[in-house]
C-alpha cells in the first residue's frame, strides 16, 4: 500500500497539484477520498496544517497514520467539555 502511494506521489497528477495549490496558499478540499487518504495527503504537505475530523475516534486514528506516513508530529487536541448551566431567573411581575 504505501509503494502504491509513493508511486502516486511522485508520478503528476492531481497529489502534486493538490500539494501545489496548498504551498501557493489557495485553500483546498479533498473529496471523495477515504480517510487513510486524506492522512497521506496532509502528512505530504510540509506546512503547519489544521486538519478537522468529526469525532475522537478518527482524530486518534489520523493522528496515528499522518505519523506512519511521514515523520511529522500529529497532535490530537480533544474537544472541550462545556458545563451548561441553567440560570431561572423568577420574577413576581
Known amino acids: 500500500m504505501l ?3 509513493l508511486k502516486l506521489k511522485n508520478s503528476k497528477n492531481s497529489i502534486n497539484e493538490f500539494c501545489s495549490s496548498v504551498h501557493q496558499g489557495i485553500p483546498s478540499v479533498a473529496f471523495g477520498v ?6 497521506f495527503l496532509v502528512s505530504q504537505i510540509d506546512l503547519p496544517i489544521l486538519y478537522i475530523v468529526k469525532d475522537s475516534i478518527t482524530a486518534e486514528k489520523s493522528v496515528k497514520e499522518i505519523g506512519e506516513f511521514s515523520n511529522k508530529k500529529a497532535i490530537y487536541i480533544p ?6 448551566l441553567v440560570i431561572k431567573a423568577f420574577s413576581k411581575d
Open 34 to 39: 477515504g480517510g487513510s487518504f486524506k492522512s
Open 3 to 5: 509503494d502504491f502511494l
Open 79 to 84: 474537544p472541550r467539555d462545556l458545563n451548561l
